[in-house]
C-alpha cells in the first residue's frame, strides 16, 4: 500500500500545476477512489491510462473495472486474491453504478 505523499508525487510528475488542483479536488469527493490508488499496481495501472481516464472519479473507476478484467484468473467466478481493500470497494462501487445505468436504460 502506498502512501499520500506517494500519490501525490505521482501526479505531481503527470499533471501541470492547475490541473493537479483540479484533480485532486475531484479525487477526494470519492474516497472509494482515492483508496483505490493506494494500490501501487492500480495507481501503475491508471498512470498509463491518462487520456481515458482525465483524473474522474468515474473514470477511474471504469478502470478499476478493466483493471480488474485484466487480472481474473481463467477459471469462470475466480477472482485475486491479493487485491486491496480500497480496489476491492471501488469495484464493488464501479459495479453498482453500472448496474444502476443497466437499469436505468432499460426503463427508457
Known amino acids: 500500500m502506498l502512501n499520500d505523499a506517494h500519490i501525490l508525487t505521482q501526479l505531481k510528475a503527470e499533471l501541470q500545476p492547475d490541473e493537479l488542483s483540479a484533480a485532486l479536488k475531484r479525487l477526494r469527493v470519492v474516497p472509494e477512489v482515492w483508496r ?7 495507481l501503475t495501472f491508471v498512470m498509463g491510462h491518462p487520456d481515458e481516464i482525465s483524473w474522474l472519479p468515474g ?7 478493466m483493471y480488474k478484467q485484466d487480472l481474473a484468473p481463467d477459471e469462470e467466478g475466480a477472482t485475486p486474491g491479493n ?8 469495484f464493488d462501487l464501479a459495479s453498482e453504478a453500472h448496474a444502476l445505468a443497466n437499469e436505468i436504460n432499460l426503463d427508457l
Do not use: K
Not at 83 to 90: D, I, N, P, V, Y
Open 36 to 42: 483505490a490508488l493506494h494500490d501501487a499496481e492500480f
Open 83 to 90: 487485491e486491496s481493500a480500497g480496489l476491492s470497494g471501488l
Open 59 to 65: 473514470e477511474i473507476a471504469d478502470s478499476c473495472l
